[in-house]
């Protein structure tokens, strides 16, 4: 063997044993992830392509013999359907509430418990818990919390002097809704701008107070600009949850009786994510609620592909650790 | 004096919003617990129990069968977090420790299926669970599992690719191969990655509601279904003290497995830090 390779090319002949073992590094490569590769075309890349194929057909979830070619039809109805188009305003309201608020609060919870006070780990626990409690668990939370009667909420509103019997999941759905959004995942932005923090060197902060400045300034040229990466992964994240909220309003739609899969949340909360769901696993209409979810996809893409090109003017990634 | 005024004033200001925020934080929590305790008809009547009802807890594993909900949930997250840890701890291994050509753009990919919003893929996956008749069964967890989860994946190779490199190089002189290196030198030095994502996972199908509401049904389904709608009385009406008492007893073992599971992961990154 070593004969032949030496009669065809001298050279070949001297790598041969490292491009063997390089193959063989290969398809141990390939065999180690495949358990990843075989789910990832069977419960990926295939269903990919039939959601698309889905998008630009009739499909109704059940018969194959009817589905019809229908092209850009679906996509075209999506801008003409005034159901699609509330629920995509709302749900950039809600996001244009709940994302600017969760950035701000996740920064102040972190920089509170990043001092030098005692029970930091309690507190911590306590703003870290609401991020692992079940959806459904959080739903009932703020269910109970502002039930008109039975609710914490009403009862401290009365102390203050204002109405008594608000009825919050009818009246001001969002509200309840950008609240429970808010508090649910404060634990883990926090989490996350922690870490940013611990990785800022202490002595950058100290240098500037030996120059004077004051922790205002610290906290504003130091401290904002070195977590600018955190600020910016947060807020990309933040975004992309937002634009995909589905279960929490139908879980907190007024009534706690029988609940259903095919649960309508008040209009106010009629989301985006919600009505896609809705068109296809109770109307049945998989070829149009495939076109909407492809078009969320695209409206995610967009977003994240505009917050890229921004990021560079705002930030930082100036320094190695 | 003024120097006393103003540690005082310090610690007014480190405590006061501290305190605040944590207070907002817990109350909604506290007040399932205090309404949990109440009788019903102190339910939208007096702000607190007059004698902790106890029997509401009981109601809550009576009037459902909740002992079996809650153990088709452990079934269901225990068997998810397993596989799916273990595939991923695997393939994260391949693609830290692994060269072959294709291998940057294939882990690029592992990360782009995290940007694709869960229901695009789920529907047409639903349409196959339906069409192979997989539904009403735990069978699309398992699958789920066994293709690994791309965050858990990306965790891993992060994890392993700071592990020495001379180890792998020692156990190949020995004769070792890369699965007997994986389960001998990686998996038992991974404890806190591997803690940190079962936990995760586990968490992730226990709290489930979109998943098992539109492929379970009946005796099948989870905790989590069960538990969202209220427990009602023999004529209908809703018993939101016992239901309280349901959610406390749902969500409970969850934080008593992140306090256990956290002086593991603690004592993981000992561990791993001594022998690093």
Not at chain 2, 89 to 102: D, I, M, Q
Request: glycine share 8%; net charge positive.
């Amino acid at each position: 063997m070593t004969g032949a390779a030496r009669v065809l090319d001298r050279p070949v002949a001297r790598v041969a044993p490292w491009r063997r073992r390089g193959l063989r590094r290969a398809v141990t490569f390939y065999l180690l992830i495949s358990p990843w590769l075989i789910g990832f075309v069977l419960l990926a890349a295939i269903p990919l392509v039939m959601a698309f194929l889905m998008s630009l057909s009739n499909y109704d979830g059940l018969n194959l013999e009817y589905v019809q070619f229908v092209g850009l039809e679906n996509y075209l109805r999506a801008f003409t359907d005034p159901d699609a188009q509330h629920a995509l305003g709302r749900t950039l309201l809600l996001m244009a509430v709940v994302v600017p608020f969760s950035l701000a609060l996740q920064l102040a919870l972190a920089l509170l418990v990043n001092q030098r006070i005692r029970f930091t780990s309690l507190f911590r626990t306590i703003f870290y818990l609401p991020y692992v409690i079940p959806v459904v668990a959080a739903a009932w939370v703020w269910k109970i919390f502002v039930d008109p009667t039975g609710g914490l909420l009403n009862a401290l509103l009365g102390v203050a002097g204002a109405a008594v019997n608000v009825r919050w999941l009818v009246e001001y759905p969002t509200v309840v809704l950008a609240l429970l959004t808010i508090w649910g995942a404060a634990g883990g932005g926090m989490v996350v701008f922690l870490a940013g923090l611990q990785g800022i060197p202490a002595e950058y902060r100290e240098a500037a107070m030996i120059d004077g400045a004051n922790r205002l300034q610290v906290t504003r040229h130091i401290t904002l600009p070195l977590l600018s990466p955190v600020i910016f992964f947060n807020l990309v994240t933040g975004i992309i949850a937002t634009l995909q909220i589905l279960v929490q309003p139908m879980l907190l739609a007024p009534g706690i009786l029988g609940l259903s899969p095919g649960t309508v949340p008040p209009r106010d909360n009629y989301l985006y994510a919600v009505h896609a769901y809705l068109e296809i696993f109770v109307k049945q209409l998989f070829g149009y609620g495939s076109a909407l979810l492809w078009l969320l996809f695209g409206v995610v893409l967009a977003l994240t592909l505009v917050l890229f090109k921004t990021s560079r003017r705002w930030v930082f990634y100036g320094i190695e650790p | 004096m003024s120097r006393r005024r103003s540690t005082a004033t310090d610690a007014t200001l480190r405590y006061l919003p501290v305190l605040v925020a944590a207070t907002a934080f817990a109350l909604p929590l506290a007040w399932v617990v205090v309404t949990s305790l109440k009788k019903q008809s102190e339910f939208g009547s007096s702000l607190l129990p007059a004698a902790p009802q106890l029997a509401n807890y009981q109601l809550a594993l009576s009037l459902l069968d909740f002992m079996k909900f809650a153990t088709n949930s452990l079934v269901l997250s225990s068997s998810y977090a397993l596989i799916v840890v273990m595939v991923s701890a695997l393939v994260g291994y391949g693609f830290a420790r692994h060269r072959a050509p294709g291998r940057g753009r294939l882990f690029m990919l592992v990360l782009a299926t995290l940007m694709v919003p869960n229901l695009v893929l789920f529907v047409p996956q639903f349409v196959i669970f339906a069409k192979l008749g997989l539904t009403n069964t735990y069978w699309p967890w398992i699958l789920w599992a066994l293709g690994g989860s791309p965050f858990a994946i990306f965790l891993f190779r992060q994890f392993f690719a700071t592990f020495p490199r001379e180890l792998d190089d020692a156990a190949e002189v020995d004769g070792a191969g890369p699965l007997r290196i994986f389960f001998q030198i990686y998996l038992p030095n991974a404890g806190p990655a591997l803690a940190a994502s079962a936990i995760f996972m586990f968490l992730w199908v226990w709290g489930d509601y979109l998943y098992p509401i539109l492929l379970l049904n009946g005796d099948n389904t989870t905790l989590a279904v069960k538990m969202s709608s209220a427990y009602v009385d023999p004529r209908g009406n809703p018993l939101q003290t016992v239901t309280m008492a349901g959610v406390v007893l749902y969500v409970l073992p969850l934080i008593a497995f992140f306090a256990a599971a956290n002086r593991f992961i603690v004592r993981g990154i000992v561990t791993t830090g001594l022998k690093g």
